[in-house]
């Protein structure tokens, strides 16, 4: 936060913040788990931490835009602990909240989705699946910035629904689906399938972080969508 109440302003401001957010977390972990295996969005994308059974998956700086555009609130830092390819840790900080959801804390459960579901959607580039389907569960979207504020939305309970079909990175949603995860929330794949973590490629095509008692419906209708959608541009 330092650096965002500086001089600092637009792409300066952003690539700063990346860097100085990666060498914290990066450094700390070097010296806190030195045998542990690190992906980070801002480091050396080493494929050795394949062979490693622990590996942390980081995203110094989740939503640059949004951290770059003062006062917006919706950007988030994330830090989680793959084992064996499942996220088993993780803390998705808040820092223009003031807030840490994390795994060592376990959020309590949000409230069950009311009459008309919320679905978090990017507030840039809504895609069009987005918007079919909310129609399709006769929900309504709200736009946000960040992967991370977005999960968190449906952690406390200011959405429903986060369902992205448009690719992402580990990093994106490791640390999110940990917390998601321990706050009693479904998380998957679009299609119900379980999310793997620290693949020799990050690249994970789609994402389904809801309420329990929505995801039956979700899954049901995005089953046959993925059948047709073509594999994500990178």
């Known amino acids: 936060m330092v650096l965002r109440d500086g001089p600092l302003e637009g792409a300066e401001l952003g690539d700063a913040g990346d860097r100085a957010a990666h060498e914290l977390l990066a450094g700390a972990l070097a010296d806190a788990r030195p045998d542990d295996g690190v992906l980070s969005e801002e480091g050396d994308h080493d494929t050795d931490r394949t062979s490693r059974r622990r590996t942390w998956i980081v995203d110094p700086l989740d939503g640059t835009r949004e951290f770059k555009e003062r006062p917006r609130t919706d950007w988030a830092v994330h830090v989680a602990l793959s084992v064996d390819g499942t996220v088993r840790a993780g803390a998705v900080a808040l820092p223009a909240l003031g807030k840490v959801l994390s795994t060592a804390e376990p959020p309590p459960p949000p409230p069950a989705p009311g009459a008309v579901p919320r679905l978090v959607v990017s507030r840039s580039r809504p895609p069009a699946f987005s918007a079919r389907l909310s129609e399709q569960l006769g929900g309504e979207l709200v736009p946000m910035g960040s992967a991370g504020a977005k999960a968190m ?66 899954i049901e209708l995005c089953r046959e969508p993925l059948r047709d959608r073509p594999a994500p541009r990178r």
């Open 153 to 218: 939305a449906v952690v406390l309970g200011d959405a429903d629904v986060y369902a992205h079909a448009g690719g992402m990175y580990e990093w994106d949603s490791a640390a999110p689906v940990a917390v998601a995860a321990a706050a009693g929330l479904h998380v998957s794949r679009l299609d119900g399938s379980p999310l793997v973590y620290n693949q020799p490629d990050p690249w994970l095509p789609d994402l389904l972080i809801c309420a329990p008692q929505l995801a039956e419906r979700v």
